[in-house]
């Protein structure tokens, strides 16, 4: 079974500064995304980047890039110049790349990120 | 974007009432939706895959007759918690996927639900 880690349970930086949050994934599957999700105090869980396990390329979106490293199945995000409004809990996903139709999203138990103006 | 809205927010009902949550993307056809439950400080864990005009999928300890889930149409699906418990209580939240399934999942705002 798909696994999703995520050591940290809680980090924090101060505001402008750049924070890199872990993540680790253990899988048999080759085909496969990999995403992080942002859940502010509102609830809601808003995607901030995702990967796609077959490009070697770093995905990046603005503030927010990864570091792939798909031989040792890490997948850390990096947040550079962090905004008072970076503060929520993040969430590292896997997904298989399965062309099925129910394909389940494995969680890890987050990271809290503080940001400290 | 991609808009999934989730009503209600939130539920206090006693015990042994049925509770039923609405899960719609408003503006995008959602072949797929998923609900999850989140206990406090914890990850999401997945509950069951819906697809429409079909039997939902539930994940292993899931139990189907306590949460019934209907995909009626590619813009709804309904989770109805019946005879709720208060062991029920958690926080529910439907996403809904576009498209095929490379595409991402899109998350509603969460359902608090409590049961007394």
């Known amino acids: 079974a798909q696994t999703v880690t995520q050591s940290q349970p809680e980090m924090s930086v101060q505001e402008a500064e750049t924070v890199t949050l872990s993540c680790t994934y253990d899988t048999s599957e080759s085909d496969y995304y990999l995403f992080w999700y942002k859940q502010p105090p509102s609830r809601q869980m808003i995607l901030v980047i995702r990967?796609?396990?077959?490009?070697?390329q770093n995905a990046t979106e603005n503030r927010f890039s990864v570091n792939f490293q798909k031989a040792a199945k890490s997948f850390s995000l990096k947040i550079s110049d962090s905004q008072l409004g970076d503060a929520a809990m993040y969430f590292c996903?896997?997904?298989?790349?399965?062309?099925?139709?129910?394909?389940?999203?494995?969680f890890g138990t987050g990271t809290r990120l503080t940001i400290i103006p | 974007g991609a808009v999934v809205s989730q009503h209600p927010s939130r539920v206090i009902c006693k015990s042994g009432t049925s509770v039923k949550i609405e899960c719609r993307s408003l503006d995008f056809q959602a072949t797929t939706m998923f609900w999850y439950r989140q206990f406090p400080k914890q990850s999401l864990m997945l509950m069951a895959t819906?697809?429409?005009?079909?039997?939902?999928?539930?994940e292993q300890g899931v139990e189907k007759d306590k949460f019934l889930i209907n995909h009626a149409s590619l813009t709804l699906s309904t989770l109805t918690v019946t005879s709720a418990h208060p062991e029920d209580s958690s926080f529910y939240i439907c996403?809904?996927?576009?498209?095929?399934?490379?595409?991402?999942?899109?998350f509603g705002d969460g359902t608090r639900l409590s049961i007394l």
């Open positions: 996403s809904a996927r576009r498209g095929g399934s490379n595409q991402p999942q899109h």
């Open positions: 990967q796609e396990a077959y490009k070697q």
């Open positions: 996903a896997y997904r298989e790349g399965a062309n099925f139709g129910n394909e389940k999203l494995t």
């Open positions: 819906s697809n429409e005009g079909s039997k939902a999928t539930y």
